[in-house]
T-cell receptor
Framework: EPEVTQTPSHQVTQMGQEVILRCVPISNHLYFYWYRQILGQKVEFLVSFYNNEISEKSEIFDDQFSVERPDGSNFTLKIRSTKLEDSAMYFC?????????????FGSGTQLSVL | GQQVMQIPQYQHVQEGEDFTTYCNSS?????IQWYKQRPGGHPVFLIQLVKSGEVKKQKRLTFQFGEAKKNSSLHITATQTTDVGTYFC???????????FGQGTELSVKP
């Protein structure tokens, strides 16, 4: 089965530093998402991205977050000035279409630890 | 806002016992999806239900979608240690595309 690839698998950073999380979507997919999961909690929607722009974002996705797909392959999530509460597993997910019955393919995630 | 709720949060069973998790949405859903997340892993799609009252089976797993399309359940018959993980239901968001996940039910199976 096709896979969504995320790098790095783990990222440790100091509070206030910038981090960039990377995702390589499944090749023919057009819809990209970032989700976050704080340890032991549910998977929370952050942002959706289509046609090189944000389609929707949650309240969590404030001004310190940004997404882009600069080279047509990597889909990135940037956290400009990390806070302790940003520590979580960040999942990239992709889908082929925007149909509401389209299943999501998740990457293996990046575990972000902010110290 | 739209909410998807799941109970119980945790379920500990003896191997061979049955397990059920329940999912309720604050709004009517066009469909509901179920995902499984193994410990340390990522959510993996299990199934999607679309029709009112729909029942689907995958081996020992039985999925139901309520008549009003606001609730769903997952039942596992005769659990095995390989069933360990967290089971999430998810429904489409108001604007389509994104999924809203329930809190998940973490299943542990004692051999």
């Amino acid at each position: 089965e096709p896979e969504v690839t995320q790098t790095p698998s783990h990222q440790v950073t100091q509070m206030g530093q910038e981090v960039i999380l990377r995702c390589v979507p499944i090749s023919n997919h057009l819809y990209f998402y970032w989700y976050r999961q704080i340890l032991g909690q549910k998977v929370e929607f952050l942002v959706s991205f289509y046609n090189n722009e944000i389609s929707e974002k949650s309240e969590i996705f404030d001004d310190q977050f940004s997404v882009e797909r600069p080279d047509g392959s990597n889909f990135t999530l940037k956290i400009r000035s990390t806070k302790l509460e940003d520590s979580a597993m960040y999942f990239c997910a992709t889908a082929g279409t925007l149909a509401t019955n389209e299943k999501l393919f998740f990457g293996s995630g990046t575990q972000l630890s902010v110290l | 806002g739209q909410q998807v709720m799941q109970i119980p949060q945790y379920q500990h069973v003896q191997e061979g016992e049955d397990f059920t998790t329940y999912c309720n949405s604050s709004t009517t859903l066009s469909n509901i999806q179920w995902y499984k997340q193994r410990p340390g892993g990522h959510p993996v799609f299990l199934i999607q239900l679309v029709k009112s009252g729909e029942v689907k089976k995958q081996k020992r797993l039985t999925f139901q979608f309520g008549e009003a399309k606001k609730n769903s359940s997952l039942h596992i018959t005769a659990t095995q240690t390989t069933d360990v993980g967290t089971y999430f239901c998810a429904g489409p968001g108001n604007q389509g595309g994104k999924l809203i996940f329930g809190q998940g039910t973490e299943l542990s199976v004692k051999p």
